[in-house]
């Protein structure tokens, strides 16, 4: 079976009645805290897609399920001149991806970046959370 975005999105606005908060941490790169996580674990909402252009972290050569059709790619970071900031990277890093998982708690993680499908399980303290990555 091939997962098509449409029918995600379609699938969890039927689940949410209409109700769609939405919180864009854009380009954030610092921990998680303050009136941030505040916000985040304050949603009202119990149906909660979390979506990310980066995807969330997961060990090199993880395996990413049938669907996909290009090597896996593994992470890599490059971090830009002197202050260290990160520049690009294929994945969050492993403190952060556990931050908003526990912090959202997300049904589902819909993310892209590497443009091919790769499909991983994230454990997590209220069970397993599923990431699609298109």
Same mark, same amino acid.
């Given at each position: 079976?091939? $997962?098509? =975005?449409?029918?995600?999105?379609?699938?969890?606005?039927?689940?949410?009645?209409?109700?769609?908060?939405?919180?864009? $941490?854009? =380009?954030?790169?610092?921990?998680?805290?303050?009136?941030?996580?505040?916000?985040?674990?304050?949603?009202?909402?119990?149906?909660?897609?979390? $979506?990310?252009?980066?995807?969330?972290?997961?060990?090199?050569?993880?395996?990413?399920?049938?669907?996909?059709?290009?090597?896996?790619?593994?992470?890599?970071?490059?971090?830009?001149?002197?202050?260290?900031?990160?520049?690009?990277?294929?994945? /969050?890093?492993?403190?952060?991806?556990?931050?908003? /998982?526990? $912090?959202?708690?997300?049904?589902?993680?819909?993310?892209?970046?590497?443009?091919?499908?790769?499909?991983?399980?994230?454990?997590?303290? =209220?069970?397993?959370?599923?990431?699609?990555? /298109?």
């Amino acid at each position: 079976m091939v $997962l098509k =975005f449409s029918d995600v999105v379609d699938c969890v606005c039927r689940a949410c009645n209409g109700e769609l908060h939405i919180v864009d $941490l854009g =380009f954030y790169q610092k921990p998680i805290k303050g009136c941030i996580k505040l916000m985040l674990s304050n949603l009202a909402s119990s149906y909660r897609v979390l $979506l990310t252009h980066i995807p969330l972290y997961r060990p090199d050569g993880t395996a990413c399920g049938p669907y996909r059709s290009s090597p896996i790619i593994n992470q890599r970071v490059s971090r830009s001149g002197s202050d260290k900031g990160i520049r690009y990277q294929n994945y /969050l890093t492993e403190e952060t991806s556990k931050q908003l /998982l526990e $912090l959202i708690k997300p049904m589902l993680v819909l993310s892209g970046h590497d443009h091919d499908q790769c499909t991983v399980t994230h454990s997590t303290s =209220f069970g397993p959370v599923t990431e699609v990555s /298109l």
